[in-house]
């Protein structure tokens, strides 16, 4: 009889597991929501795990990218940490955020100090009972019949397994299957409503992907997931008086509110920056302020999810304990919670501009010229669910989308193609740069006919050659020659042009280059890490150079490069 080969996880095996859990939670994301009515029945935790998972592929996706040019590609902790760095960054809801736990968990045991360089049954067994405890751990008040409890039984399983990684999995996913169908005996309101846990099921379609990752073959077949499946709510809107950012839908399924009338108005996210012992007062304030506390992370960086009436509290909570960013506030649509009366209906827009920026300065600008805007952090592009939600958040009839980089373009797209199956009519304008998303707001005019504002902002998008500041991270070719970490790069419609060693003199250079070839307006927008002399230097270098050119300045914040440089 021939030998069954062992199956085992390494860094080819998961990418292969986030694209399959992808493909898994897009085919079952509208049952999920579905059925979610636990505490909040808001109909979104199978959109949110969809999120969530897009962020971690994401992140898989450009470490093996990192690796074209050498066979071997990453290692299983490469691959593993990039999951569980790209879910937690780019976590959604409650459901969302145990779910970055979980992947958190097992990247601990994966990709720790002496680990192997491939993932054993052994190894596996570990690293799911490691994901189920961390991710109870990051409850304040864990509640039995929801997603923890299917993460613990999957590990329960996985422990009583004997053999390689997919026998393992295999039982791992066969044991979050019972538990899951056993859900509705756990908790009163699955039961009255008659379905399972949605967050749950979330999680049997992933350790579904993760059976098909480590064996080639497909899990067993679901079990019905709804006795009675409720009727499917409508997506909802989120209040743009409370937008920090990008909102998520808010879902909770393991948090301790009530799943009646009554409960917090407002979800909060937020990632942050902090230390241990300043997230442990966090953890013990927020709870004094609310429920469905979620807080996990590490290292440093931790995402932090609460449902709260007092949203501003909550955080300020984030503010004293380090810097939050990436804030998101969601109210509930349940009914204003000091009127107690319901919330009109929102009128629709005729016209919105949805725009991606690189600093929180940037975003400000654009707000204040009436875009929505989805604020990229330095290395941590968004998600096309993040852009999509931005476009339902501008909530109008015709949305003109700027990516603001040309890596985003295919992302864009793809959130663009969504919005059009809703019935928003979305043009795309390929801009490369915030400072020709500047431009092209700036000839917006939404009185015009939609076709004729997308050509007018499409051409002076076109017209703004844009170049950057920057400082190398490591050394690498250019198009300008080599250059060694710590060198200042300016680059130019996107190629290296200028290599040099002083911040200031390379942007002299780059704005002479692009000046060349002549121009009536120079934009200048300066990060918060730029020498503070720059931006006059190079004001009064276009005044006393350049006759009949005009110069604007603006603070970009946090943004990546020194210095954004457009040139109309």
Known sequence: MAQVPQTFLDGLAVRTWCGLALRALGRARAEIDAINVYPVADGDTGT?????????????????AGYETQPAGPTLADAVRAMAHGALIGARGNSGTILAQLLRGMAQVLAADGAQPRCD????????????????????????GTVLTVASAAADAAERADGDCG??????????????????????????????????????????ALVEACTGETADAEPDRVASTPNALPDPEPDPETEAGPAPAPDADAGDCAAEDGGPAFEVIYLLEADDTAVARLRTRLDALGDSLVVVGGDGLWNVHV????????????????????????HFGLGDVHTGGPRPPRERAQRAVVAVVPGQGLAELYTEAGATTVLARPGEPPASGELLAAVRRA????????????????????????????????????????????????????????DEDVVQMTSAAGATRYGEVVVAEHRSWTTAGICQAGDVLGLIDGDVAVIGADVTATAETVLDRMLQAGGELVT????????????????????????????VVYGGGHQGALLLIGVE
């Open 48 to 64: 949110n795990l969809y999120l969530t998972v897009e962020s971690a592929a994401t992140a898989v996706e450009a470490v093996f």
């Open 121 to 144: 049954g052994p190894a596996l067994r570990l690293a799911l009972r490691r994901a189920a405890d961390s991710a109870r751990q990051a409850v304040a008040h864990p509640v039995e």
């Open 167 to 208: 026998t393992v999995a295999r039982a791992a996913h066969q044991g979050a299957r019972a538990a899951l169908a056993a859900t509705p005996a756990q908790l009163g309101v699955l039961a009255r409503a008659g379905v399972v846990d949605a967050g749950g099921s979330g999680l049997v379609a992933v350790l579904g």
């Open 307 to 330: 449902h709260v009436d007092d949203a501003g509290a909550a955080v300020e909570a984030g503010v004293e304990a380090g810097r939050p960013y990436r804030i998101r506030i969601t």
């Open 395 to 450: 909530h109008a009839r015709e949305v003109v989308l700027l990516p603001n980089d040309a890596e985003l373009r295919d992302t864009a797209a793809a959130a663009a193609e969504q919005a059009r199956t809703e019935g928003v009519r979305v043009a795309l304008i390929p801009t490369r740069s915030a400072v020709q998303g500047l431009a092209a707001l700036a000839v917006s005019e939404p009185g015009r006919r939609f």
């Open 524 to 551: 200048l927008v300066i990060g918060d890490e730029a020498p503070e002399t720059v931006a006059a230097h190079l004001e009064t270098r276009v005044r006393e150079s350049y006759l009949a050119v005009d110069t």
